[in-house]
C-alpha cells in the first residue's frame, strides 16, 4: 500500500477501535462486569435472563482466565475487552478483504440493489422476514464466520472466549460503514492490508505506552512491537535464505559478476516463474558454499518464531510455489498451496490477533493460487497459553493412568508451558521434553516385544534357552525409528477430545482449558523441531521482568535485549547448513554488550554472510511509527569456525528514505551481479573484523587504522584484557552521590574557605571538594563541589544505611590526571586536564598514567583526529565513551613523550583556560571581557579565592599577547568595546582551529 492510502487505513482502524472498545466496555457492564475490575453480584442483575446468567457465568471465566500471571482484576477486564475488540474487528476486515477477491458470498459490503445491505443479508431476510435489520446482520456474520471457520478457525472460532458477546448495531454497523466506504475497493486487494491494520490498531496504545516510560508488562510487549516489515526487506531476507538455500540445493548459485543480468522489472516486481529469476535480491557471494544436501521441496521446514501478520511467510509461499513446480512437476497445481500450507510454513507469535492476522494472510495468499483449496492445517501457534484451572488439569491428567509415560509428559507441559505468553518462541523445550519422549518410546518397544508366560511355556525346552525373549530386530528398528511427532499429536487429540466433550456440555471452563493446553501443546511441537530456514522480525528492547528472569536463566550470553535472545534461539533451532534472515536493531553490531553475541553466537556457532546496514539515525524510519538504528542480517548456522570466511557489508546509511534506499540496493544488486562490485557492498573477512577489540562490525574502518589496535598497545591493558600488553594508564570510574540535590553544589554556593584541595584539609573544616562531570577537552572548568567532610563520612553513612552511593577507586581522588565525559555528541574525544585536589564521577571519568609523564603529549594525542577515528572504530555511535571502549585506544610509545605534542596542547590549554578570567560564572574569572578590552588585566588574579584559581598564571604564549593587546581606549563606544570583544575571539578561535589542526597533523 502507497503511504497515502497506509494513513488513511491508521485513521480507520484507530477509529474502529475506539468504537469497539467502548461498546465490549458496555457489553460487559450489562452484565454485571466493569471496566475497574469491579464484579457486580448476579443477584443484583435482576433483568437478567436464565441465559443472561449463563452468558454472564462464561465472561466470568473468560476474564478469570485473563488473571492468570498475576493480573489484576481491573487489568484482565481491559484486556478482554481489547482483545474482542481486536479479534472482531479482524473478522469483519477479513470478511471484507475474502469478498474483495470473491472468495465468499458478500457479507459486509452493502449495495443499493439489496437495499442498503449486503448479499448474505438479503438472502437471510427472504428466508426470515420477520428479523430485524440489525438480528438479520448478526446472523449474517456469524453465518459467515462459522462457513469459514472450518478452514481459519483460529480467527473465526465462534466458541472462543471472545465471541461470548455481540457488538451492539450501532457500534457494528458503524464499524462496518468506515471499512467499506473509506477504505477503497483496490485497498482491500493489496497483499499487505492486513499486516497494517495489525500495526495500526495498536498505535495509540504504543504512544501511550511510550509517554509512561515504564518496564513493560508482558501484555505491552505486543503493543509497542508490532512493526510491520515492509516487502522490501522482506523480500531481501527471504529470497537470500530460502532462494539461496533452494539454488545451493540445486548447484544453480551463480557468482558475482557472472550472472544473468535483470531487468529493472524483473528486479523491482518479478514476476518469473523460476526461483533464479524470481529471487531477484539474491546476492552471490564470493566463496562457495558448504555442500548441501539434497531435499524433496516437501521437507523443508520455514519457521518465523515472532510471525506477526505472516508477512515473511507470505512471501516464502511464493518462492515455495515456485519450488514445487521445479521439483514436483507432476503434482497438481492445485494441490501446491495446500501441500505447501501443511507441510512447509510454520509460524509463533504471543499475540492471539497476530496469529489470526497471519492464518488469514496464508489462506487469502492460498486462494489466490486456487481459490477452490481446502485448507485442513496451518502449523501456527499462539504462545500466549494462560493454563490455570488446577481442579480440571487433574481431571484431564487422571485420564492417562492406563499410559504413566504420556502422564508424565502433559504434567511436565503444565509445568513448563503454563505461562508461555511470557517469553513465547524463547521457551526452551527440547532439553526437557526431548527424555521423556525417549524414555517413553522405549517403555513401548519393550512393552510390546515383553513375551507372555503362555508363549514362554508353549516353546521347546532347550538348553541355554534365554526365557526373556528378545524380538525380531527388524520389528525392534522399525519401532525404534517413532518420531516425538506421534507423541505431540497423541497429546493434541487428547485435547482435542476434551475439547469436544467440553462443547457437548457447553462447559466454558472445560473449553478454555482445553484451548490453552493446546496453544502449550502446539508451542511444544514447533520448538522441538529444527528448521532449514529462520525469518523473523523479533521484538526488541526492554521486557517485563517475569521475561527477563527466565531470559537471564537460559540465555546469559543474550539476555540484554529481546532480539538478542531470539537470535540465540534461531540458531539454536535452525539444521546445521540452515540459513536465518533476521530485521534487528543494529545496536549487535557495535555495542559491547553483545560482544558474546558477535565472538561466539554468530562466530562458533553461525557466521553472518550478509548484513543490510539500513539507517544509522532514528530519524531516517525504516519502520512505520519506529523509530530506531536497524540491520537485515543473513546467517548460516555453520559449527566449524572459519574465519576465512567473508561477509558482505550493504551500507544503505548513506541514503535517506525508503525509495532511496530501495533504489540503491537495486542498482547495487544487479551491479554486483554483472560485474562482481558494487560501490555500496563491503566484502570483508571474518578475521579481519577480529583485529578490532571485541569484534564490532565496523566494516568501512580500513585496514590499516585496525592494524593499529595489532601493533600497539591499549591505553589500559587490565580493562582492555590485554595482560600481555605494557601498561600505560589507569582508567578509574569515581564517585556515585546516588542524590546530588543533598551532596553536591555549584561553587558559588558555598563559601570559597570551605573547598579543600587535599584528603587532609578534609579533617580541619572544609567540607567541599571539586567534583568532576562534563566539559570540553584540553581545558575546562569544574563548576561543582561535593560533600567529602572528614573524607566522606555523610556519603559513607548514607551508603551503608541504603546502599545507593557508590564510591570506587578513592585512593585515586585527589591525584592529578586527565578526564574526559562518559557520554557526549563532539566529534573528538575531549580529554582534559584533571588538577591535583579533585574527586571524579561516573560522568566524568578519569586516566592516571603509570609513569610522570607530561599529560600534554597524551592528552593531544588523545584529542586528535586519529584516535577519534579510532574510537568511531570501536564504536561508531561516538555517543558512549565508557572506559570499556576507550581503554581499547591504542597508544604508541612516541604519543607518550612528543616535545611538539607538549607544546601545541599545552598552548591550547592555557588559551582556554585564561579565557575564561572574563566569564562571570568561572572559578577564573578578573572582570568581563569588555572590561579587560578598556581596561587590560594582566596584573591581575582571579577573584574567587577557589583553590583551583589559586595558582593562575598569565600564558606568556604569543597568541595570548596578542589577544591582550587588542585594547580599546575609554573613548571608544560600548559598541565599538564589543566588537574589540568579538575580534578577541574569533583570534582565539582561530588559533585554537590551527592548533587542533596541527595536533591532527
Not at 531477484?280 to 520455514?302: G, W
Not at 528448521?531 to 523479533?538: A, E, G, H, K, L
Not at 586527565?818 to 573528538?828: M, R
Amino acid at each position: 500500500m502507497k503511504k497515502e492510502r497506509r494513513n488513511n487505513l491508521r485513521g480507520v482502524v484507530n477509529l474502529c477501535r475506539r468504537i469497539l472498545e467502548e461498546d465490549f466496555e458496555r457489553r460487559l457492564a450489562y452484565y454485571g462486569i466493569m471496566a475497574d475490575g469491579t464484579f457486580l453480584k448476579p443477584y443484583e442483575l435482576k433483568y437478567l435472563t436464565s441465559e443472561g446468567i449463563k452468558i454472564r457465568e462464561r465472561l466470568e471465566l473468560a476474564i478469570k482466565k485473563e488473571m492468570a500471571g498475576g493480573l489484576s482484576p481491573r487489568d484482565a477486564v481491559l484486556r478482554y475487552i481489547r482483545h474482542a475488540a481486536f479479534t472482531f474487528l479482524n473478522r469483519i476486515a477479513a470478511l471484507r478483504a475474502m469478498e474483495a477477491r470473491k472468495l465468499i458470498k458478500e457479507t459486509v459490503i452493502r449495495r443499493a440493489k439489496y437495499g442498503g445491505r449486503s448479499l448474505r443479508e438479503r438472502e437471510i431476510i427472504e428466508k426470515n422476514p420477520s428479523l430485524s435489520p440489525y438480528d438479520a446482520l448478526k446472523k449474517a456474520l456469524i453465518e459467515a464466520f462459522e462457513e469459514v471457520s472450518r478452514e481459519i478457525k483460529v480467527l473465526f472460532d465462534v466458541n472462543s472466549e471472545y465471541s461470548i458477546v455481540f457488538p451492539g448495531e450501532r457500534a457494528c454497523k458503524e464499524v462496518i460503514r468506515l471499512l467499506t466506504e473509506d477504505v477503497t475497493e483496490d485497498d482491500w486487494k493489496q497483499d499487505d492490508i492486513i499486516g497494517w491494520i495489525y500495526q495500526y490498531y495498536n498505535s495509540e496504545a504504543r504512544s501511550e505506552y511510550r509517554k509512561k516510560k515504564k518496564r513493560p508488562d508482558p501484555d505491552d510487549i505486543p503493543v509497542i512491537n508490532q512493526f510491520y516489515t515492509p516487502r522490501w526487506l522482506v523480500r531481501a531476507l527471504v529470497d537470500n535464505t530460502l532462494g539461496r538455500l533452494w539454488l545451493e540445493m540445486k548447484r544453480k548459485m551463480p557468482k558475482p559478476g557472472e550472472a544473468k543480468a535483470l531487468s529493472e522489472e524483473g528486479l523491482s516486481n518479478p514476476q518469473a516463474e523460476r526461483v533464479d529469476e524470481y529471487c531477484s535480491y539474491l546476492i552471490p557471494l564470493r566463496q562457495n558454499p558448504p555442500t548441501r544436501k539434497k531435499k524433496d521441496v516437501r521437507e523443508i521446514k520455514i519457521l518465523d518464531p515472532a510471525c506477526g501478520s505472516g508477512h515473511f511467510l507470505v512471501y516464502a509461499f511464493e518462492i515455495l510455489y515456485r519450488m514445487y513446480l521445479e521439483d514436483e512437476p507432476k503434482t497438481n497445481l492445485e494441490e501446491i498451496p495446500k501441500l505447501i500450507l501443511e507441510n512447509n510454513l510454520f509460524g509463533i507469535d504471543i499475540d492471539l490477533r497476530a496469529v489470526q492476522l497471519a492464518a488469514l494472510s496464508l489462506y487469502l495468499k492460498a486462494k489466490e493460487y486456487n481459490p477452490n483449496v481446502k485448507i485442513k492445517r496451518m502449523n501456527l501457534v499462539c504462545a500466549d497459553a494462560r493454563i490455570t484451572d488446577g481442579d480440571l488439569q487433574k481431571k484431564f491428567i487422571s485420564l492417562f493412568e492406563h499410559d504413566v509415560d504420556l502422564q508424565r509428559i502433559f504434567v511436565k507441559l503444565f509445568d513448563e508451558l503454563k505461562y508461555t505468553y511470557d517469553v513465547g518462541s524463547l521457551l526452551k523445550v527440547r532439553a526437557p521434553f526431548e527424555k521423556l519422549f525417549k524414555e517413553r518410546k522405549k517403555k513401548r518397544v519393550q512393552t510390546k516385544f515383553r513375551p507372555t508366560t503362555k508363549t514362554l511355556g508353549s516353546l521347546p525346552e532347550k538348553v541355554g534357552v534365554d526365557r526373556k525373549l528378545e524380538p525380531p530386530m527388524e520389528e525392534m528398528e522399525k519401532w525404534e525409528t517413532i518420531k516425538p511427532a506421534n507423541t505431540l499429536e497423541e497429546m493434541l487429540e487428547a485435547l482435542r477430545k476434551f475439547e469436544r466433550e467440553g462443547m457437548e456440555k457447553k462447559d466454558m471452563g472445560t473449553l478454555l482449558f482445553a484451548a490453552e493446553a493446546e496453544k502449550s501443546v502446539g508451542l511444544l511441537t514447533l520448538l522441538s523441531q529444527k528448521y532449514d530456514v529462520i525469518v523473523m522480525n523479533p521484538p526488541y528492547g526492554d521486557m517485563p521482568k517475569s521475561a527477563k528472569d527466565y531470559v537471564r536463566e537460559h540465555y546469559p550470553r543474550t539476555h540484554h535485549d529481546y532480539y538478542a535472545a531470539f537470535i540465540e534461539q534461531a540458531v539454536d533451532l535452525c539444521e546445521e547448513n540452515g540459513l536465518i534472515g533476521m530485521l534487528t536493531g543494529r545496536t549487535f553490531m557495535f555495542l559491547r554488550r553483545f560482544e558474546k553475541l558477535r565472538t561466539e553466537i554468530l562466530l562458533k556457532d553461525s557466521r553472518p554472510e550478509i548484513v543490510f546496514d539500513l539507517n544509522s539515525s532514528p530519524s531516517d524510519a525504516i519502520l512505520d511509527e519506529a523509530t530506531g538504528r536497524w540491520a537485515a542480517t543473513v546467517v548460516r548456522k555453520i559449527s566449524n569456525e572459519n574465519e576465512e570466511s567473508e561477509c558482505i557489508f550493504v551500507r544503505l546509511t548513506l541514503f535517506e528514505g525508503e525509495e532511496n534506499k530501495i533504489k540503491a540496493l537495486e542498482n547495487a544488486v544487479l551491479s554486483w551481479l554483472v560485474s562482481g562490485k558494487s560501490n555500496i557492498f563491503y566484502p570483508v573477512k571474518l578475521k579481519n573484523l577480529r583485529k578490532l577489540p571485541r569484534m564490532p562490525y565496523n566494516y568501512w574502518i580500513p585496514d590499516k587504522i585496525a592494524k593499529l589496535f595489532e601493533k600497539y598497545p591499549p591505553l589500559d591493558r587490565d580493562n582492555a584484557d590485554r595482560p600481555e600488553a605494557p601498561k600505560i594508564a589507569y582508567l578509574k570510574s569515581g564517585l556515585t552521590t546516588a542524590d546530588d540535590k543533598r551532596f553536591t553544589r555549584y561553587f558559588w554556593e558555598v563559601n570559597p574557605q570551605s573547598i579543600a584541595n587535599s584528603r587532609e584539609a578534609t579533617f580541619i573544616g572544609k567540607k567541599w571538594v571539586p567534583f568532576v562531570k562534563g566539559g570540553e577537552g584540553f581545558y575546562s572548568d569544574i563548576p561543582f563541589v561535593v560533600n567529602w567532610e572528614n573524607n566522606g563520612e555523610e556519603i559513607k553513612k548514607f551508603a551503608a544505611e541504603t546502599g545507593k552511593p557508590v564510591i570506587r577507586n578513592e585512593r585515586y581522588y585527589f591525584k592529578p590526571g586527565l578526564c574526559w565525559s562518559d557520554i557526549v555528541s563532539s566529534a573528538l574525544m575531549d580529554f582534559r586536564i584533571l588538577p591535583k585536589g579533585c574527586i571524579f564521577s561516573t560522568k566524568g571519568l578519569a586516566l592516571f598514567l603509570l609513569e610522570k609523564q607530561d599529560h600534554y603529549s597524551v592528552i593531544a594525542t588523545l584529542n586528535s583526529s586519529l584516535l577519534a577515528f579510532c574510537f568511531t572504530a570501536l564504536n561508531p555511535t561516538m555517543h558512549d565513551r565508557s572506559i570499556g571502549y576507550v581503554c581499547h585506544l591504542p597508544m604508541a610509545n612516541m604519543a607518550l613523550k612528543n616535545i611538539e605534542l607538549e607544546n601545541l596542547a599545552a598552548e591550547m590549554y592555557y588559551l582556554k583556560r585564561e579565557w575564561q578570567t572574563g566569564n562571570e560564572t568561572s572559578y577564573l574569572f578578573i572582570k568581563p571581557w569588555i572590561l579587560q578590552v578598556l581596561q587590560g588585566s594582566e596584573a591581575e588574579k582571579p577573584r574567587s579565592q577557589h583553590p583551583l584559581a589559586q595558582d593562575f598564571e598569565w600564558s606568556k604564549c604569543e597568541t595570548s599577547k596578542e589577544l591582550r593587546s587588542i585594547r580599546g581606549s575609554p573613548n571608544d563606544s560600548i559598541p565599538e568595546l564589543a566588537k574589540l570583544c568579538v575580534e578577541r575571539e574569533k583570534l582565539l578561535k582561530r588559533r585554537l582551529y590551527k592548533l587542533q589542526k596541527l595536533i591532527n597533523n
